[in-house]
């Protein structure tokens, strides 16, 4: 803890990213999110995993506004390593907004995760009362529903946009039936659901989530169905892929539910030496349980997760170590 404490005050005292070298110890900088957050305790991980296997390496974890910014980061070489969500990534290799061209020069080095799961709840007492039960069923009894997505700019809130527009549903229809779009990220949500002030958390999250155990915990939910020609469609759209989450996943989770999973890429810049990530892949792969123990959305994160590609080409060095280990074919 007190590392990585260090490492973040030394950046926010106007350390500037440190460059690859071309062998260790390796001094470099892992650009994520905000402080605290999941992407943070990752960057713990691979900090630990690069230190465990090249001893006096660090990694230093740069706060940022997120994937977005991360990309263009990484391709221009102003941080040699950044996180970023797939649908992040296949917005900016498209150019989509807010970029206004393609990003390109980006290379997956590793995948810390592969599962954060789409979630539609609404509240029980909502859902018996409009009987509501799924995602079409909302867009045909067009009842006056009050909904948290997550911030505007955030790979999750397009998601879940993608859902309402691929149903049939825009914010301005809800606002029609007499409802609400209100865009909150993940905390705020949970503390709007358990005082009542929404009717639905439509949002980005992992297998079991505490947020959601909290709210379940006084806030009865269920989880809305939708059809695999929805899912599919947004898992085409965003860079996913479908997902069944399965019948107690929850203890109020009764039936298996169709949605999509996203997952997240530590990409580097396409210069970046071939010896530099080929010892990087190999650090995290080989000390995968230094990132993997940091959080229970973590817990699944394996050497089949870590070699697992993305929409963007693996680095030619990355590509090499995984082949090696029998980890691609």
């Excluded at 509501?132 to 009842?143: M, Q, T």
């Excluded at 879940?160 to 301005?172: H, K, N, R």
């Excluded at 209100?182 to 929404?198: F, K, P, V, W």
């Amino acid at each position: 803890m007190k590392r990585a404490i260090l490492t973040l005050v030394m950046l926010l005292c106007g350390a500037t990213a440190a460059q690859a070298q071309s062998g260790p110890p390796y001094r470099l900088t892992l650009a994520g999110a905000s402080a605290g957050g999941l992407w943070s305790q990752l960057g713990v991980g691979v900090d630990q995993a690069v230190a465990a296997a090249f001893p006096g390496s660090t990694i230093t974890y740069q706060t940022s506004g997120g994937g977005l910014a991360n990309l263009p980061m990484v391709a221009s070489g102003r941080v040699p390593m950044g996180i970023a969500l797939d649908t992040e990534i296949d917005i900016a290799v498209k150019g989509e907004d807010p970029f206004k061209e393609p990003v390109r020069g980006i290379r997956t080095l590793a995948r810390p995760y592969e599962a954060q799961i789409n979630y539609m709840l609404v509240t029980k007492e909502f859902s018996e009362k409009y009987g509501i039960k799924s995602l079409e069923d909302l867009a045909a009894k067009k009842p006056p529903i009050r909904v948290a997505m997550n911030r505007r700019g955030n790979a999750t809130g397009k998601i879940s946009a993608l859902f309402f527009e691929a149903a049939g549903i825009t914010p301005q229809a809800i606002e029609s039936w007499g409802g609400q779009v209100i865009y909150a990220a993940s905390g705020e949500q949970t503390n709007l659901a358990m005082d009542r002030r929404i009717d639905m958390i439509h949002n980005g999250l992992f297998i079991p989530d505490r947020t959601i155990l909290q709210v379940a915990n006084s806030v009865p939910l269920v989880w809305l169905t939708t059809t695999p020609a929805v899912v599919d469609k947004v898992a085409k759209e965003s860079a996913g892929k479908p997902y069944t989450v399965k019948a107690g996943a929850y203890p109020w989770l009764l039936h298996d539910v169709l949605t999509t999973a996203h997952g997240a890429v530590i990409t580097v810049s396409e210069k970046l030496d071939d010896n530099t990530a080929y010892n990087l892949a190999k650090a995290i792969t080989e000390n995968v349980t230094k990132i993997s123990g940091q959080s229970a959305a973590l817990a699944s994160v394996d050497k089949r997760v870590v070699s697992t590609g993305s929409i963007i080409p693996f680095h030619p060095g990355a590509e090499k170590y995984y082949r090696e280990a029998g980890l691609l074919k």
